[in-house]
C-alpha cells in the first residue's frame, strides 16, 4: 500500500509562507462543517450586490478572515461578504481574494458548495498572471480540496474523522483529452442566438451530456475531471455575466489553465482580463482547447456579421 502523502508534505517544496497559507486554509475544514448544521436557514441580511446572504455564509466569511488574519501572512482580504477590504499587515506577502461560501443557495437542498480562494503577491486589481497560488474547496459528501502554486494542480481529500488531515488523492492534475460533460448557468431564454446555438452543438457535436448543480465549486470540479465545457455565458439580461473577475473567476481559471484547459472572458483569456474595478462581474466559459475554439469562431462569426 502506498504511503499516504499529506498537504502538509506536498507543500515543501512551495516557500515556506506560501504553504503555510495553503495549510491554514486547509484546516479550518473541521470547523466549518462542525457548524453546517447549526445554520442551515438562517439569513443574516444582504451584501454590497444587494444579494440575500444566508447566517452560513456570514458565520464563514467571519472566521475565515480572522484565522487568515491570525497567520500574520495576510495583508489584504477582498471577500464578496465584505463591503470594504480587510487591512490586516501592511508588510505582509499576500492579498487574498475569496468566495468564502460559493453556491450558498444551495445549503437549503444540502447540495455541493464550497470555497474559492485566490492568493496574490500584488494588491488588486491585477491579472490573473499575478497569482501565486489558487485553491478551492469543495463540500459534497467528503470534502476535498485543490491548490495550484504554479507547480501543478493537485487534489487533496479530507480524511473522515479527527483533525483536517488532507492526503493526496490526484496530483498533477490534467483535462481528458475528450470532454464528458458540460455545465451552463443562466436563462436560457437570455441567452443570445449564437450561444444558443452553441449550446445546443455541445450534445449534438460534442456528444457531452449535461450536469449542472447551482455551485460554480461543483460544477468546476466536474469539467476537471471528466472534461468537457462550464459557462456562466454573457445574456441580454446580463451581457457581463454573473461571476466576479477576481473573487471567482480568476482563481478558478489559473487552476483550469494549468490543467491543460482553456478559459475566455468573450475577448481574451480570463487570467489575460484587466479591469480597474475589484468588483467587475464577467462572463466566463472554461472547457477543453477545442471546445473554447470552436465557442471563439462562433463569437467572431457573429461579430462580423452583426458589424
Excluded at 473522515?160 to 488531515?165: C, L
Aim: proline share 5%; with cysteine.
Amino acid at each position: 500500500m502506498q504511503k499516504e502523502i499529506t498537504i502538509e508534505e506536498h507543500t515543501r517544496e512551495l516557500e515556506p509562507e506560501l504553504a503555510k497559507l495553503i495549510c491554514t486554509v486547509a484546516d479550518m475544514s473541521v470547523d466549518i462543517r462542525n457548524e453546517f448544521p447549526h445554520r442551515l436557514m438562517g439569513i443574516a441580511g444582504t451584501n454590497k450586490y444587494g444579494e440575500v446572504v444566508s447566517e452560513l455564509d456570514a458565520w464563514v466569511n467571519d472566521y475565515i478572515c480572522k484565522k487568515l488574519a491570525a497567520t500574520g501572512l495576510v495583508r489584504k482580504i477582498y471577500s464578496e461578504e465584505l463591503v470594504q477590504p480587510m487591512l490586516v499587515k501592511e508588510d505582509a506577502p499576500f492579498v487574498v481574494a475569496m468566495d468564502p461560501l460559493d453556491g450558498s443557495s444551495n445549503i437549503v437542498t444540502n447540495n455541493p458548495f464550497g470555497t474559492i480562494m485566490g492568493i496574490y503577491r500584488k494588491d488588486l486589481p491585477v491579472s490573473g498572471e499575478n497569482l501565486a497560488a489558487s485553491l478551492y474547496k469543495l463540500y459534497g459528501p467528503i470534502t476535498t480540496l485543490v491548490y495550484d502554486a504554479g507547480k501543478g494542480v493537485h487534489e487533496f481529500v479530507k480524511h473522515r474523522k479527527g483533525a483536517a488531515r488532507y492526503c493526496l488523492l490526484n496530483e498533477n492534475m490534467k483535462l481528458p483529452d475528450e470532454g464528458g460533460v458540460f455545465g451552463l448557468g443562466g436563462e436560457p431564454l437570455e441567452w443570445t442566438p449564437e450561444f444558443l446555438k452553441f449550446a445546443k452543438d455541445l450534445v449534438k457535436v460534442h456528444r457531452l451530456k449535461l450536469r449542472y448543480c447551482g455551485a460554480f465549486v461543483g460544477d468546476f470540479s466536474q469539467i476537471l475531471h471528466k472534461g468537457g465545457f462550464f459557462s456562466y455565458p454573457s445574456s441580454v439580461k446580463n451581457p457581463k455575466g454573473k461571476l466576479r473577475l477576481f473573487y471567482e473567476a480568476q482563481p478558478m481559471a489559473k487552476i483550469f489553465e494549468d490543467a491543460g484547459g482553456a478559459t475566455w472572458s468573450g475577448s481574451e483569456s480570463i487570467l489575460e482580463t484587466k479591469c480597474d474595478d475589484v468588483n467587475v462581474r464577467t462572463p466566463l466559459y472554461f472547457g477543453n482547447r477545442k471546445i473554447i475554439e470552436q465557442l471563439i469562431g462562433v463569437k467572431t462569426v457573429a461579430h462580423k456579421e452583426g458589424e
